[in-house]
């Protein structure tokens, strides 16, 4: 699929200040850092449509971005950014958990996970969460330019493997790098095909 347009919709606090559920939604979650914005950028290859930062904890509301006049990719805040102060962690998690419960049109969420470290607690209670609720959500593996061939395979292998200790089956895994314009293509065609059940 070509991105042909890419504009920024809207910033909501709540799923009720989003924009109306009229087209398909992706969205992107997982630990601050991990690299959403990024990949968001990425993928619209567009340097900064989406706000990145070194610093953990950058963004902060649901950002809407309306995607070929047709569908919308959603960049949402992080979980698990140990720094900020409880009532913010708190905060972060009903604005997500608010969010993933209450878009009709969300198609699936793509949860990204660090692919240089193995599997965090934060990450699979929340997998868990999606799975008791119903949301589907599949993984994506970011910064994957920051370690070797070998090495990913070995965290991949290890990952499958805690995933499979609670999941029957494996959700579709995808493999990033924001730098290198790695799983682009993979990205969007997967995408593209759940479009077309819209
Ligand atoms: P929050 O909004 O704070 O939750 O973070 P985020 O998940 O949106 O992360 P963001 O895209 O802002 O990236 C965090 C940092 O990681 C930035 O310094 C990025 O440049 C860097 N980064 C993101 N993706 C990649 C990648 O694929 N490769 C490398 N090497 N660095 C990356
Ligand atoms: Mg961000």
């Known amino acids: 699929?070509?991105?042909?347009?890419?504009?920024?919709?809207?910033?909501?606090?709540?799923?009720?200040g989003c924009p109306k559920p009229d087209y398909p939604e992706y969205?992107?979650?997982?630990?601050?850092?991990?690299?959403?914005?990024?990949?968001i950028n990425m993928l619209c290859q567009r340097?900064?449509?989406?706000?990145?930062?070194?610093t953990p904890g950058?963004?902060?509301?649901?950002?809407?971005?309306?995607?070929?006049?047709?569908?919308?990719?959603?960049?949402?805040?992080?979980?698990?950014?140990?720094k900020v102060s409880k009532g913010l962690r708190a905060g972060f998690s009903k604005i997500i958990t608010d969010y993933v419960t209450?878009?009709?049109?969300?198609?699936?969420?793509?949860?990204?996970?660090?692919?240089?470290h193995p599997a965090q607690k934060k990450d699979i209670e929340f997998m868990q969460m999606l799975g008791e609720k119903g949301i589907p959500f599949s993984i994506i593996f970011t910064k994957i330019d920051k370690l070797s061939k070998s090495a990913l395979e070995k965290n991949i292998t290890n990952y499958d493997q805690t995933l499979l200790e609670s999941w029957e089956e494996l959700p579709p895994r995808f493999y990033s790098s924001a730098t290198k314009q790695s799983?682009?293509?993979?990205?969007?065609?997967?995408?593209?095909d759940i479009n077309e059940k819209w």
């Open 1 to 16: 699929m070509q991105i042909k347009q890419a504009n920024f919709v809207i910033s909501s606090p709540n799923a009720k």
């Open 27 to 39: 969205a992107f979650i997982g630990r601050s850092n991990v690299g959403k914005s990024s990949l």
């Open 47 to 54: 340097k900064s449509l989406a706000k990145t930062s070194s």
């Open 58 to 82: 950058k963004t902060q509301l649901i950002n809407h971005f309306l995607i070929n006049d047709t569908w919308y990719l959603v960049d949402l805040p992080g979980y698990g950014y140990a």
């Open 102 to 116: 209450n878009r009709s049109n969300l198609m699936c969420l793509f949860v990204l996970v660090d692919s240089r």
């Open 183 to 192: 799983g682009r293509d993979e990205i969007l065609n997967y995408i593209d």
